[in-house]
């Protein structure tokens, strides 16, 4: 006896079971197995990347997100094609998690315009049946974009299947009616069809608006680890507005009243100098006495000019001091007067900051 088995994907299988040569109250035995062929299984356009780590995450999102607002700026200048090719790469790129859903969601709502927009420009049937398919895969992510608002779900759900009902008779009409798809567009604008009423889909700002991440996916551990070195500390001075009142005065008074003192001291030595040029020696001759009055000048105009310059010096910045003092809370802690013993008997100034 002969067995024979035909398997075919698209026919199904086929086996024949024969024999020899038999009499004629024999019959060959014939068996047919046939089952189905599997359907394919559905793209889903919004599937997006998945087995990223949490440096990957993140990555994504920012990259997807530029992708986002690039679409945004092509469909402004009338360029779907551009818009589309961005938010097709923004799906592809952002992560398919639950923390993403809404960005996920609003890619889809905006390639729905984009492609209604170009429909509308060209005429393409295809353009309605993407738009089907767009909406029906984001009213399955619906429950992953709104988990614990059930409400929100069948507000959007409700607005969606609109959409979906008009395409489908927008499509059914397209098929049926006699013209090209562009005549019965302008028919339809005209208002020529009956039943026809002005209408203009459109989804919520909000739900076509980018939703990003509430947390950083990396872990604060791993967040200066070998791929993103932590900035050092670097200890910044204190500000303006940290430092205590009246500083700024303390500051300049102090300055200035230095000043003012070295000033006077240098009017103190010009009228040293001014002094010993007063006395001349009988025996100096003319060219000596000349240059001992012209010290005795030069020693009274530096007297002159020191004592005016240091003498306002002096008073404006104890004027200073004495205003900034009364600002500042604790001056007793912040600015001493002490005696200096030193070659020369005088006072310094010594203040904190």
């Known amino acids: 006896m002969l067995f ?15 024999g020899p040569a038999v009499p004629a109250s024999c019959a060959t035995i014939h ?22 780590d949490a440096d990957g995450l993140f990555e994504s999102e920012q990259r997807a997100y530029r992708l986002y607002m690039d679409g945004v700026g092509a469909l402004a200048d009338d360029d779907p094609e551009t818009a589309i090719a961005k938010w097709q790469e923004a799906v592809a790129v952002l992560p398919d998690a639950p923390p993403y859903a809404r960005s996920r969601g609003a890619l889809a709502l905006r390639m729905v315009v984009a492609y209604d927009e170009r429909f509308h420009r060209d005429g393409s049937l295809d353009d309605l049946r993407i738009q089907r398919t767009l909406l ?11 988990p614990h608002d059930e409400d929100a779900r069948a507000q959007r759900q409700a607005h969606v299947r609109v959409r979906i009902d008009e395409i489908d008779a927008d499509l059914a009409r397209f098929e049926v009616e006699h ?18 009423i002005d209408r203009q889909w459109s989804p919520d700002p909000t739900d076509m608006g980018w939703h990003p991440r509430p947390d950083d996916p990396r872990l604060s551990g791993e967040q200066g680890s070998d791929h993103e070195i932590a900035p050092e500390e670097v200890e910044r001075p204190p500000t303006q507005a940290s430092r205590p009142k009246g500083t700024g005065l303390i500051v300049a008074g102090s300055i200035t009243t230095a000043v003012g003192l070295a000033a006077l001291g240098a009017a103190f030595g010009g009228m040293a100098m001014a002094s ?3 006395e001349f020696d009988p025996d100096q001759d003319p060219m000596d006495r000349r240059a001992q009055i012209a010290r005795g000048n030069q020693g009274n105009l530096l007297a002159v000019a020191g004592l005016a310059a240091g003498g306002s010096l002096v008073a404006g910045g104890v004027a200073m001091l004495a205003i900034g003092l009364r600002k500042r809370k604790r001056s007793a802690s912040a600015i001493a007067w002490t005696p200096d013993f030193g070659a020369v008997v005088g006072a310094s100034v010594r203040g904190r900051f």
């Open 179 to 196: 013209g090209t798809t562009e005549e019965q567009l302008d028919k339809g604008l005209r208002g020529e069809y009956a039943g026809v």
């Open 276 to 278: 010993g040029a007063s």
């Open 136 to 146: 029906q895969a984001y009213l399955r992510r619906l429950p992953e974009m709104f």
């Open 4 to 18: 024979q088995a035909i398997l075919s994907p698209s026919l199904g299988a086929t086996l024949a079971i024969s």
């Open 31 to 52: 068996a047919l197995v046939v089952w189905p062929a599997a359907e394919p299984t559905a793209v889903d356009p919004l599937r997006g990347a998945t087995g990223l």
